[in-house]
């Protein structure tokens, strides 16, 4: 008898949509690849309009951990596969990148800490100086090289279809 009260009370309540902004924005504008038709700009805590830097910020801390997360998820099938570099991962105590074990968790209780130590201490090297964001450039473009994102060429290569592939 609760449950039927509680039900009947809910369809009663009324509904909240979340603010679907027609103004343009830095990030993301109406009519841009990866948009929903029906809704344009989804942004319901209005952090694009708010917040544009930490938008902006936030934008490229998702890019650069999806390519942390794809690096490790190719580390785990080439690892269970058996592929290993040749030599040692630490002459000090005697380990080669044979002796590691395959797989997320085993290779990562495997590795001496003073390892973890110089993975972040690199990881952390790079991000601030060799591949740190250039503001002036679109987020997740940080390689100045050789490296081209999306060229904006018509037909089966730019970024529209990429997204949309």
Do not use: C
């Amino acid at each position: 008898m609760l449950s039927t009260a509680v039900s009947s009370l809910s369809l009663n309540a009324p509904v909240v949509r979340p603010a679907v902004s027609n103004a343009r924005m830095a990030a993301i504008t109406p009519g841009d690849v990866g948009t929903t038709k029906p809704l344009g700009v989804y942004d319901p805590l209005g952090l694009m309009t708010r917040m544009p830097d930490k938008y902006r910020r936030w934008q490229e801390m998702e890019i650069k951990h999806g390519r942390f997360a794809m690096a490790a998820t190719l580390h785990v099938i080439l690892t269970e596969a058996g592929i290993r570099w040749p030599g040692y991962l630490s002459f000090a105590e005697d380990i080669k990148f044979s002796d590691m074990p395959g797989g997320t968790l085993a290779s990562w209780a495997a590795l001496p800490n003073l390892a973890w130590i110089q993975i972040v201490l690199i990881v952390a090297l790079l991000d601030n100086s060799v591949l740190a964001q250039d503001p002036a450039k679109a987020p997740g473009d940080v390689i100045p090289f050789f490296w081209v994102r999306y060229p904006d060429v018509e037909g089966f290569s730019g970024k529209e279809f990429k997204l949309n592939a």
